[in-house]
């Protein structure tokens, strides 16, 4: 089992920053890629941003490709996700999730936090 926690929501105005923070624990924790998703209201939960199992490669989706930057701590056992030059459009719940496979395809992922508001304002 992997247990996974979201924090680093908040509101922001557009043009701002925020960092997301996911904390994973489990003993197979470390042996997953992770990634981000984001769900609108009303809109499918679609991908952001993975990282594999051993960080060496990185996937952003196009609409955040430039803006935002994911990364992984062994150490603390966390992945990151720094979100700078925010958009109103970038508002959803921001979920972390560990799986295999197809990063970007959601049915890839085991594993789901309880996800984080992020809401950006004009």
């Known amino acids: 089992q992997v247990q996974l926690v979201e924090s680093g929501g908040g509101l922001v105005q557009a043009g701002g920053s925020l960092r997301l923070s996911c904390a994973a624990s489990?003993?197979?924790?470390?042996?997953?890629?992770m990634g981000w998703f984001r769900q609108a209201p009303g809109k499918e939960r679609e991908f952001v941003s993975a990282i594999t199992w051993n960080g060496d490669n990185t996937y952003y989706a196009d609409s955040v490709k430039g803006r935002f930057t994911i990364s992984r701590d062994f150490v603390k056992n966390t992945v990151d996700l720094q979100m700078v030059g925010l958009k109103p459009e970038d508002t959803a719940v921001y979920y972390c999730?560990?799986?295999?496979?197809?990063?970007?395809?959601?049915?890839?992922?085991?594993?789901w936090g309880q996800g984080t508001q992020v809401t950006v304002s004009a």
């Open positions: 999730g560990a799986g295999t496979g197809p990063l970007h395809v959601f049915g890839a992922y085991d594993y």
């Open positions: 489990g003993r197979e924790s470390r042996d997953y890629s």
